[in-house]
């Protein structure tokens, strides 16, 4: 059984286009995030969700909105895409907020972006 | 801020010992430690979270200083198996977030 599944696995398309990324975790957690692992493999939070509710917005660029419809789903939809949107981006859970630093998380296996 | 990781690459024989560090300017609340293999997403191998704590599985281990400012991961006896990219992620207080280190890259070779 997957406990963080995303779709899609790879995702092509060029620039200035709108595409989104889904997160589906069955683990019961309450907490999700997104990261981007780029190029050089530094791993770095977008954000995070606890039950729903916004609560780690990074520097992010405001193309990228994330949305979570209930608490096991979170995802990312990125307008106008970039060239240096380029990029794996993992979708992870943990069990409950603050426990984000006491307890695992748990990844998705990774969507990789490639904007042309 | 992001925590250090050193070595940036290491390169072992099978049956030989690692060590991988990995530094911050701040007295931190937690480290992890994750692996990444190529192509795969991170798994968790282990968290700590007191200072001069040191704990371990199988034949990977941690340690975590004092101060609560470094942590090493301690490979032992490497296997092919341990191939991959090591990263710590430090929490500090007051913000619940975990912060990733540059990644320590390891290659066992038979």
């Known amino acids: 059984d997957t406990a963080v599944s995303q779709t899609p696995k790879y995702l092509v398309t060029q620039m200035g286009n709108d595409k989104s990324i889904k997160c589906e975790q069955n683990l019961g957690h309450d907490t999700m995030y997104w990261y981007k692992q780029d190029s050089k493999k530094f791993l770095k939070i977008m954000f995070s969700?606890?039950?729903?509710?916004?609560?780690i917005n990074e520097t992010v660029p405001n193309r990228f909105s994330p949305k979570s419809p209930d608490k096991a789903h979170l995802n990312l939809h990125i307008n106008s895409l970039e060239l240096g949107d380029s990029a794996v981006y993992f979708c992870?859970?943990?069990?409950?907020?603050?426990?984000?630093?006491?307890?695992?998380?748990?990844f998705g296996p990774g969507t990789r972006l490639t904007v042309l | 801020q992001q925590p250090v990781q050193s070595p940036q690459a290491v390169i072992l024989r099978e049956g030989e010992d690692a060590v991988i560090n990995c530094s911050s300017s701040k007295a931190l609340y937690s480290v992890h430690w994750y692996r990444q293999k190529h192509g795969e997403a991170p798994v968790f191998l282990m968290i700590?979270?007191?200072?001069?704590e040191q704990k371990g599985h199988e034949k990977i281990s941690a340690s975590f200083n004092e101060k609560k400012q470094q942590s090493s991961l301690y490979l032992t006896a490497s296997q092919l198996s341990y191939s991959g990219t090591y990263f710590c992620g430090t929490a500090i207080f007051g913000n619940e977030k975990l912060t990733f280190g540059t990644g320590t890259r390891l290659t066992i070779i038979p």
């Open positions: 992870a859970s943990s069990q409950e907020w603050g426990g984000s630093t006491y307890n695992e998380q748990f």
């Open positions: 700590l979270l007191k200072g001069g």
């Open positions: 969700y606890n039950n729903k509710e916004l609560i």
